[in-house]
């Protein structure tokens, strides 16, 4: 005897398929309302503002665990001094050119004894260079490279070197004018790796007291930073935030920015900062600092 189909369940399967069947044609109608809307809203001007800053965030943190690797290839004290001794071991002894190979060389621990701009430029140079041989690709060309070399008769102002130890804001300008990254004098936006000018006084330029360094960590009261201090040299201090007049922080966040190095030239307001006194407006200016 053959079996007979429920009437109750045949109408129970065609009223299940129906209502799959318009459940599928909304969903896929609302995917093309959907997509219509992303294409509105997200014009192609946008689109490459997520890759720029996604290749930004991880240049930067390219770029400060280089620092850190930089960091500790430096020796320990070395002595402290402001002399052309001291800046010869960092033109000749610190700083090479490899002419076989077209690329720098960098050696700081020959570098002594130093001062606290040689410290830490050569510190930068050493990062660049960490930091760009960890690409198949070099991105920092060889004239840039030879351009960032310093050289014992270079000036304040004069060049990559010459900007950085330069009174004043000296470094601010140099990472502002290359778009390399940017400054700031808020002591609660400061992060380890920040490059960081001391004031003991609140003067700036002519009659400045400074101290060029590496922000290595903070408390609410006091500071840890590295460079070349008195009077041992290279290695870390840590001193009361009550010491610090004033402080601006450079933080460099687009390293192949660079390569720009010969576009550095002279700068004749840095170099006046030697025998000028000048205002932090005018300062904050040069540096791309916005007011607080």
Known sequence: MRNKLNPCLIFYICYRAQAMRYFYLIICTLCLLWSHAESKTLPPSAKPVVTTNHVATSEATEWYNAVREALSQFPKKGGYATNKTALSALVHKGCRWDAKNDTPLYFPKKAKPSFCSSAIYLLILKSLQIWDS??????????????????????????????????????????????????????????????????????????????????????????????SNLPNGYGTKTIPKSQVKRVIFTRITRPSRFTQAPRIRYNSWLNSLLTTPVSIREVRRRSGIKSR
């Not at 004239?143 to 601010?172: I, S, V």
């Not at 003991?200 to 330029?205: C, D, F, K, V, Y």
């Open 134 to 227: 960890n690409n198949p690709k070099p991105r920092i060309s060889k004239n840039a490279w030879l351009h960032l070399a310093p050289r014992m008769e270079q000036k304040d102002g004069d060049g990559p070197w010459g900007w950085a130890n330069a009174n004043g804001p000296g470094l601010a300008v140099l990472v502002h004018s290359l778009g390399a990254g940017f400054s700031f004098e808020n002591w609660n936006l400061a992060k380890p790796g920040d490059f960081m000018k001391i004031f003991w006084s609140s003067e700036l330029g002519k009659n400045e007291f400074g101290h060029l360094t590496l922000l290595i960590k903070q408390s609410s009261d006091s500071v840890t930073f590295w460079s």
